[in-house]
């Protein structure tokens, strides 16, 4: 079966390793940057109403008309600009990769969100990852305005904040690849509802500039939305490689109900932000512990010297599920992460990590 296996798929595909998620059945699940917040009844109520009208037995509207317009009004997005809608921003980079020709060359800074590099991968392009600096995580401009000029990359992918460093780049580094760039250069937004900073404005500036959002760190991980916004010229040839009746209509209702409960999640986001620097004050009081400053909903932090993986077993044995990023290496090497939880989910990590520095 192996030799089978071999013969039908691609080499590629077999030198990868499949993306796990780990299994959090009984543990505090602070690994994956979700909004730990769930609605109250009330706006559950709500809901529920909403989708009771779903027509379950016919296709959903191929375009999402209703909830684009919702988007593009919240976000400002002008007229002049297009908007693509992906199940989860996974597959808007899954899509734009697909519409590249063969071995096009694809270009991101490392660490970064690994889901450039697995789905350019399993697609046969060209990944080049450019690495961070060490002191700051902050962009080395020279050596990607380098690597841009030797591979003439067909896309660039900028998490803005980055993930899993949780730090927004330099603009001006980011406005400089723009003007160097000949390809696509995509803006991942995946976190901006807690960072206060975007370049969704900036659209009209630069021919090359998309800008990608999702609505999982908001609080809607389950519904698995994100939207891609920029030129028409771009998303109408991104539409033909989109499958049809992609967002479900329970993902168009659902979402489109969401987003108009505007101040419950700006509430959420509050805590979220104010929690975050609690978190980062006390990871920072602990001997041997240095938390990186954040602009997500997630902090890196970075442990004693080749202790970060029995910090992460022991943690988990005390019912605390976080990200062991040592095991990547490189500049993530001693490097744990952990998503910003309710107060006492915070509280039992911190008392946990303490446990395990004992």
Known sequence: ?????????????????????????????????????????????QWLEQIRSCQLNRYPDPDAKKLVATLRQLNQIPDQYDILLGNGSDEIIQILLMALPAESNILAPEPGFVMYQQIALSLGLKYHGIP???????????????AI???????????????????LFSRTAIEKILEQSSGLVVIDEAYAPFANASFMDNLGDHDNLLVMRTLSKLGLAGLRLGYLAGNPVFIDELNKVRLPYNINILTQVSAEFALLQQALFAEQTEKICHDRSLVIDQLNSLQGIKAFPSAANFVLFRTPQGKASNIFTSLKAQGILIKNLSTQAGL??????????KPEENIAFLNALKNSLA
């Open 332 to 341: 993530l090497t001693d490097c744990l992460r952990v998503t910003i939880g």
């Open 1 to 45: 079966m192996k030799e089978l296996s071999g013969y039908i798929f691609r080499q590629e595909i077999q030198n990868m390793a499949a993306y796990k998620v780990a299994d959090a059945t009984d543990l505090i699940k602070l690994d994956a940057m979700e909004n730990p917040y769930q609605w109250p009844a009330h706006i559950t109520d």
């Open 149 to 167: 000029a030797q591979h003439q990359p067909k896309i660039i992918f900028l998490a803005y904040p980055n993930n899993p460093t949780a730090n």
């Open 132 to 146: 961070l600096q060490g002191h700051d995580f902050d962009l080395d401009l020279p050596a990607m305005l380098e």
